[in-house]
């Protein structure tokens, strides 16, 4: 079973799960998958990593204030925008440390100055879809493959923003430095990324009032580093260890009252996370690489021994990591009679997320269904960019032979050329080598045997 079951959720994520992941915010799955994903890890330096003495009580945050009078127009589209925006008092990469805001033109009533600038204030009841000026939700892209860097925009595209402003979303696309952005100035080895993403959050808080959207609505979203940067950020909110580097470069610790600012946000989608570097070829070598027998991991290569060895070096350190499920229970995993450590509590909690992820699928999914990757929106030619949006790095990381690259990491649309016209025949697909799916048509549900 433990196989069959591995074998076929590789098919199954392969297929799907980037169709969820544009649905849900799994973040329990990426991490399953996240070392598909995988980058090499870069050293960095001292100065990346030593936190810098720096105070906010003695910063002026005003240079902060948004200028209104400063909105440029989109009339085609309806949309307003400002690009160039400074989201810190004390940038050390002015080339990196600014974000470009797009609101839906019917959430601002403006004034034309006459000169290509329009000044606005924000109608609070005005409505674009399902959202309100004063409830819609803030989104930001952190498209930072293999922790290169993100550039700002500075140019004004729509195609890039279309879908957000449809949907009636504000749309953020902050500037983030990263690996491939160390100057003899500074650095944009880690915290760096984060600590910019997080700065950019609290501009847009320090900005309350004089902008659209709910501030506590913030979710920021990527692939692989960025993927990564975006659980980084959605897991440290607030966190005092990163105050030194905010505080450093004046990123907004308070509003203009005095009161607290957070950078907390409300969601992170994070497809293929890959945070856990040091562990990342273990982890693969378990969820994959054992159940696979040709090139590298043929049988009697010293590869698939090696192979053999990650799996279980994984098991150990899983165990050592002392994981609680839901309900408290110790998440572990055990020796098994098929497959390297293919039981136990953990392989159970994995399983089932596996199981809850394909039974997301088909509640969301409509049949006829013809399986697409397509590039995710805002990941793939920026505003003012060429090729990968803001991509900093020279190339995409790299995955292991053989392996399919997930859907917008080759900044292209692909489509298969199977269509699949009922539920009956797509769980057919899964099962197509062994049965692993068992499939209620009554209740539209799945069970992983």
């Not at 500074?186 to 959207?213: S, V």
Request: charge should be negative; charged fraction near 20%; proline fraction near 4%.
């Amino acid at each position: 079973m433990a196989d069959s079951l591995n074998r076929k959720a590789a098919s199954f994520m392969k297929k799907s799960l980037l169709t969820i992941a544009g649905t849900l915010a799994i973040v329990g799955l990426g991490s399953v998958t996240l070392v598909a994903c995988g980058t090499s890890q870069e050293s960095s330096s001292a100065a990346s990593t030593a936190a810098p003495a720096s105070s906010s009580q003695n910063i002026d945050y005003s240079s902060l204030a948004i200028d209104n009078a400063a909105w440029k127009y989109d009339s085609d589209n309806d949309v307003y925008y400002q690009l160039g925006n400074e989201y810190v008092t004390q940038p050390e990469a002015t080339d990196y440390e600014t974000m470009g805001i797009f609101v839906p033109g019917a959430y601002l009533d403006a004034k034309d100055n006459g000169d290509g600038t329009y000044t606005a204030s924000v109608k609070k009841d005005a409505s674009v879809g399902d959202y309100k000026a004063s409830t819609a939700p803030i989104v930001l892209p952190v498209n930072t493959p293999g922790y290169a860097a993100q550039k700002p925009p500075t140019e004004y595209s729509y195609d890039s923003i279309a879908e957000y402003m449809n949907a009636g979303m504000i749309y953020v696309w902050p500037g983030i430095r990263g690996k491939d952005s160390n100057t003899a100035e500074y650095t944009g080895n880690a915290p760096w990324g984060a600590t910019d993403i997080k700065a950019a959050i609290r501009y847009l808080r320090y900005n309350d009032e004089a902008l659209a959207g709910d501030k506590e609505q913030v979710f920021v979203f990527g692939h692989s580093g960025g993927g990564a940067q975006s659980a980084i950020v959605g897991a440290s909110g607030d966190s005092e260890l990163y105050e030194p580097y905010l505080n450093t470069i004046g990123a907004a610790m308070m509003d203009a009252s005095g009161k607290e600012l957070s950078d907390a946000v409300a969601g992170a989608m994070t497809w293929c996370p890959i945070t856990s570097l040091d562990e990342a070829n273990s982890a693969y070598e378990w969820n994959m690489g054992q159940f696979a027998d040709t090139d590298t991991r043929a049988e009697g290569t010293w590869t698939k021994e090696y192979s053999n060895d990650l799996a279980a070096q994984f098991a150990q350190y899983i165990n050592e990591m002392n994981l609680k499920g839901e309900n408290g229970e110790e998440l572990e995993l055990k020796e098994s009679d098929n497959g390297i450590y293919q039981a136990g509590s953990y392989y159970d909690a994995i399983v089932q997320v596996v199981e809850d992820s394909l039974n997301d699928f088909l509640k969301v999914t409509q049949f006829p269904y013809t399986p697409s990757n397509v590039t995710m929106a805002g990941m793939g030619t920026g505003i003012g960019q060429t090729g990968a949006a803001g991509q900093g790095g020279d190339s995409l990381p790299e995955l292991p032979e053989g392996a399919t690259p997930p859907a917008g990491m080759g900044g292209d649309s692909e489509e298969d050329s199977t269509t699949y016209n009922t539920v009956e025949e797509y769980i057919d697909s899964l099962n197509s080598d062994s049965e692993w799916v068992e499939y209620d048509s009554a209740k539209n549900t799945a069970k992983a045997l």
